[in-house]
């Protein structure tokens, strides 16, 4: 067994092969290893052509193929899975080898082994990949985690097969941070994607709904949408949906498919974490339910019939300037989901002292992934003028756009209410930033209230220290 490789990628389904071929296309000699050894036989033959692979049948040819110190990438489901191939490696590696996780892993778990595999001797880094099977062989966002020694190492190899941002072909990887902080990110990018997908359905909705489009009209409009400020691999996969017809029946392909969205949980972490650390991400908090809702068939045909307004018939002008609109609430409530998404992986950031910088994360989801969207540069440049920008609400630029598209944004949701489109998305990205703009929020009143049923306590807006009334008695206020 030839003992050549620079990388090695066990777990040869869609997301390892690509990835392993990727590596090879770049002109790293990859090992291969799958738990079915089969797969990597299949992978050899269909596509040995395309670089140097070295086929090893059991863990021991895996870990001996590869050069020293060995860097050995795990694309496995993630879980029990993942542990399982740690603990058949661990004892066949040595201090300073690297054990790469690309699969989707929960942060935690990727501390937990991080650390167990640290007083062993072993780098591990936990790994966001995004973008798919297609990212993976093409070039994928990536984002590593993991100690910063591992990143010299493996960084140059991640930053060849990485997708390169068109505005500046900078590659799209970067270190993130120690442990977790690459998994945490990739789940908050998924977070960021759940809610994106959210408020262009929400802005299809409405097109139909309210304007009264058809949906290849609709996919005219988005492509439309592509050539502005919008412009992103979701606008455009979102006309080519919206205009593609089912070939069976000759009905617009969004027609004939059931509305009930399917989820794989990373999304779900992303605010359930958000919980945790005590952050609104009340976007991606809608995108997830309204997810969940649309699974509800059975609670869904039982409701029905309850009663609605009647709809309201625009004319062609009327829907014409609905649908200018309807970008702006989408344009405004977009920039509120990454202010909410950038907001916990800063939370997350200091929780466990990762100092992630968030200016290099928004440069990183420019190509390859999901999200990816000329909107990012913008983020970039956010972040470029000032590092330690409270918010991206606090950005000038943002700011402004906002402020011009508050009005529409308004309008919209007021028109959405009217005919009763649900529209949780940008109802809650208005909701947050009118919270957030508040002079005065009703939460004194619920510190009133805490105080009276539980003493709770509360403080003043004129003194300093914590305050109790005596409701049952006198009313009078003693301090703590
Ligand atoms: P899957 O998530 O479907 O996992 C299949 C792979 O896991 C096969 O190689 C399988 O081996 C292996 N495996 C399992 Br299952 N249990 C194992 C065990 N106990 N021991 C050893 N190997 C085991 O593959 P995927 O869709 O390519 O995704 C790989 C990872 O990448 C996942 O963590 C996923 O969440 C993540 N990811 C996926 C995407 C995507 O678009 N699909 C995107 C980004 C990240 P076998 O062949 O012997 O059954």
Same mark, same amino acid.
């Given at each position: 067994?030839?003992?050549?490789?620079?990388?090695?990628?066990?777990?040869?389904?869609?997301?390892?092969?690509?990835?392993?071929?990727?590596?090879?296309?770049?002109?790293?000699?990859?090992?291969?290893?799958?738990?079915?050894?089969?797969?990597?036989?299949?992978?050899?033959?269909?596509?040995?052509?395309?670089?140097?692979?070295?086929?090893?049948?059991?863990?021991?040819?895996?870990?001996?193929?590869?050069?020293?110190?060995?860097?050995?990438?795990?694309?496995?489901?993630?879980?029990?899975?993942?542990?399982?191939?740690?603990?058949?490696?661990?004892?066949?590696?040595?201090?300073?080898?690297?054990?790469?996780?690309?699969?989707?892993?929960?942060?935690?778990?990727?501390?937990?082994?991080?650390?167990?595999?640290?007083?062993?001797?072993?780098?591990?880094?936990?790994?966001?990949?995004?973008?798919?099977?297609?990212?993976?062989?093409?070039?994928?966002?990536?984002?590593?985690?993991?100690?910063?020694?591992?990143?010299?190492?493996?960084?140059?190899?991640?930053?060849?097969?990485?997708?390169?941002?068109?505005?500046?072909?900078?590659?799209?990887?970067?270190?993130?941070?120690?442990?977790?902080?690459?998994?945490?990110?990739?789940?908050?990018?998924?977070?960021?994607?759940?809610?994106?997908?959210?408020?262009?359905?929400?802005?299809?909705?409405?097109?139909?709904?309210?304007?009264?489009?058809?949906?290849?009209?609709?996919?005219?409009?988005?492509?439309?949408?592509?050539?502005?400020?919008?412009?992103?691999?979701?606008?455009?996969?979102?006309?080519?949906?919206?205009?593609?017809?089912?070939?069976?029946?000759?009905?617009?392909?969004?027609?004939?498919?059931?509305?009930?969205?399917?989820?794989?949980?990373?999304?779900?972490?992303?605010?359930?974490?958000?919980?945790?650390?005590?952050?609104?991400?009340?976007?991606?908090?809608?995108?997830?339910?309204?997810?969940?809702?649309?699974?509800? =068939?059975? !609670?869904?045909?039982?409701? $029905?019939?309850?009663? /609605?307004?009647?709809?309201?018939?625009?004319? #062609?002008? &009327?829907? +014409?300037?609905?649908?200018?609109?309807?970008?702006?609430?989408?344009?405004?409530?977009?920039?509120?989901?990454?202010?909410?998404?950038?907001?916990?992986?800063?939370?997350?950031?200091?929780?466990?002292?990762?100092?992630?910088?968030?200016?290099?994360?928004?440069?990183?989801?420019?190509?390859?992934?999901?999200?990816?969207?000329?909107?990012?540069?913008?983020?970039?440049?956010?972040?470029?003028?000032?590092?330690?920008?409270?918010?991206?609400?606090?950005?000038?630029?943002?700011?402004?756009?906002?402020?011009?598209?508050?009005?529409?944004?308004?309008?919209?949701?007021?028109?959405?209410?009217?005919?009763?489109?649900?529209?949780?998305?940008?109802?809650?990205?208005?909701?947050?930033?009118?919270?957030?703009?508040?002079?005065?929020?009703? =939460?004194? !009143?619920?510190?009133?209230? $805490?105080?009276?049923? /539980?003493?709770?306590?509360?403080?003043?807006? #004129?003194? &300093?220290? +914590?305050?109790?009334?005596?409701?049952?008695?006198?009313?009078?206020?003693?301090?703590?």
């Amino acid at each position: 067994m030839s003992t050549s490789a620079q990388i090695g990628v066990t777990g040869l389904a869609v997301m390892g092969r690509n990835l392993a071929r990727n590596f090879a296309r770049n002109g790293y000699t990859v090992a291969l290893h799958n738990r079915t050894v089969s797969k990597t036989h299949e992978l050899v033959e269909n596509f040995g052509d395309e670089g140097d692979f070295i086929a090893a049948e059991t863990a021991k040819e895996f870990v001996e193929a590869l050069e020293r110190p060995r860097r050995l990438v795990i694309m496995v489901k993630a879980g029990g899975p993942t542990d399982a191939v740690i603990e058949e490696f661990a004892p066949l590696l040595e201090p300073g080898d690297m054990i790469i996780d690309g699969g989707n892993a929960h942060f935690a778990d990727t501390r937990r082994r991080e650390k167990a595999l640290r007083e062993q001797g072993i780098h591990f880094v936990g790994m966001g990949v995004s973008g798919g099977e297609e990212g993976a062989l093409h070039g994928p966002s990536i984002m590593p985690g993991g100690p910063r020694e591992s990143y010299d190492s493996l960084g140059p190899m991640l930053e060849k097969i990485s997708a390169k941002a068109a505005s500046d072909g900078a590659p799209c990887v970067t270190h993130v941070g120690p442990d977790g902080a690459g998994h945490f990110v990739k789940m908050v990018h998924n977070g960021i994607e759940y809610a994106d997908m959210q408020l262009i359905g929400e802005a299809y909705q409405l097109l139909r709904d309210v304007a009264g489009y058809s949906p290849a009209q609709i996919a005219d409009i988005f492509r439309t949408w592509n050539t502005g400020r919008l412009d992103s691999y979701l606008i455009e996969i979102t006309a080519e949906v919206l205009a593609h017809v089912d070939a069976a029946t000759g009905k617009p392909f969004v027609d004939v498919v059931v509305d009930q969205a399917e989820q794989k949980g990373t999304g779900r972490w992303t605010v359930q974490i958000a919980l945790d650390l005590g952050v609104p991400v009340s976007g991606i908090a809608e995108a997830v339910f309204a997810r969940s809702l649309s699974g509800h =068939a059975d !609670l869904r045909a039982a409701s $029905r019939g309850l009663a /609605g307004p009647k709809p309201t018939a625009l004319s #062609d002008a &009327e829907a +014409a300037a609905f649908a200018d609109r309807v970008e702006q609430a989408l344009y405004a409530s977009k920039i509120v989901s990454y202010t909410q998404g950038f907001h916990e992986i800063q939370a997350g950031s200091d929780e466990y002292g990762w100092d992630i910088d968030l200016g290099a994360v928004s440069s990183i989801w420019r190509g390859g992934c999901i999200i990816r969207a000329a909107f990012l540069d913008r983020i970039r440049a956010a972040y470029d003028a000032r590092a330690d920008l409270p918010s991206l609400l606090s950005d000038e630029t943002f700011a402004r756009e906002i402020a011009e598209a508050q009005d529409d944004w308004r309008e919209v949701i007021i028109a959405a209410t009217r005919d009763g489109v649900a529209v949780p998305g940008f109802s809650a990205a208005l909701a947050y930033y009118d919270a957030l703009r508040a002079e005065r929020l009703p =939460a004194a !009143l619920t510190q009133g209230q $805490r105080d009276f049923f /539980g003493a709770h306590t509360y403080r003043r807006v #004129d003194r &300093e220290g +914590a305050f109790h009334t005596l409701w049952g008695g006198d009313r009078s206020e003693v301090t703590e």
